[in-house]
T-cell receptor, first 118, second 117 residues
Framework: KNQVEQSPQSLIILEGKNCTLQ??????????LRWYKQDTGRGPVSLTI?????NTKSNGRYTATLDADTKQSSLHITASQLSDSASYIC?????????????????FGRGTQLTVWP | ETGVTQSPTHLIKTRGQQVTLRCSSQ?????VSWYQQALGQGPQFIFQ???????GRGNFPPRFSGLQFPNYSSELNVNALELDDSALYLC????????????????FGEGSRLTVL
């Protein structure tokens, strides 16, 4: 069964601190893994996307890692800001062997709810 | 701003009613995907439309149906509403190239919040 599990479910940190969010997946065959940031009641916004051959990708203060062998990914946030308070969702896209590309058929984790306190 | 707009932003229906949600995709995008996100959960894939045809469907019953128009905008229709249909409905647009790896960017709208009473 294709699944995406995230931990922790929620996290509270102080402004300026770093944190790391985890994602484990069983989606197969694997195509790519994405991290999204979703503010409450809003649509998700893409942070990073990584394919099988990529181990690390950065986007400003966000750094994502991928170990395709162990099917694990992490999202590291440095020097957190109050605006980082949001849900961070790990999303895995399978390869579509029949139709070549089904970009929208994604498997979402439940997200990690991050709260940054001043 | 992702260039993807959804309407309405909020609506309230009662059990048994029908609802239509609309999505205008980003200019140049030929693919629209719909997702249901219950409170505290990750989005669940409903279906995807590519060039006006359904191209993949998740585990949702037939009372969830869709449509894509020649301008690539899309509708999600839900018949015989149930209480569990209360959720945030997200659409995402993308540009698909047949046979190409699915590593393209997905752009999400802000969602339509449906409450079923």
């Amino acid at each position: 069964k294709n699944q995406v599990e995230q931990s922790p479910q929620s996290l509270i940190i102080l402004e300026g601190k770093n944190c790391t969010l985890q994602c484990n997946y069983t989606v197969s065959p694997f195509s790519n893994l994405r991290w999204y940031k979703q503010d409450t009641g809003r649509g998700p916004v893409s942070l990073t996307i990584m394919t099988f051959s990529e181990n690390t990708k950065s986007n400003g203060r966000y750094t994502a890692t991928l170990d395709a062998d162990t099917k694990q990914s992490s999202l590291h946030i440095t020097a957190s800001q109050l605006s980082d308070s949001a849900s961070y969702i790990c999303v895995v896209s399978p390869q579509d062997q029949d139709r070549g590309s089904t970009l929208g058929r994604l498997y979402f984790g439940r997200g990690t709810q991050l709260t940054v306190w001043p | 701003e992702t260039g993807v707009t959804q309407s309405p932003t909020h609506l309230i229906k009662t059990r048994g009613q029908q609802v239509t949600l609309r999505c205008s995709s980003q200019s140049g995008h030929n693919t629209v995907s719909w997702y249901q996100q219950a409170l505290g959960q990750g989005p669940q894939f409903i279906f995807q439309y590519y060039r006006e045809e359904e191209n993949g469907r998740g585990n949702f019953p037939p009372r969830f149906s869709g449509l894509q128009f020649p301008n690539y905008s899309s509708e999600l229709n839900v018949n015989a509403l149930e209480l569990d249909d209360s959720a945030l409905y997200l659409c995402a647009s993308s540009s698909r190239v047949a046979g190409a790896p699915n590593t393209g960017e997905l752009f999400f709208g802000e969602g339509s919040r449906l409450t079923v009473l």
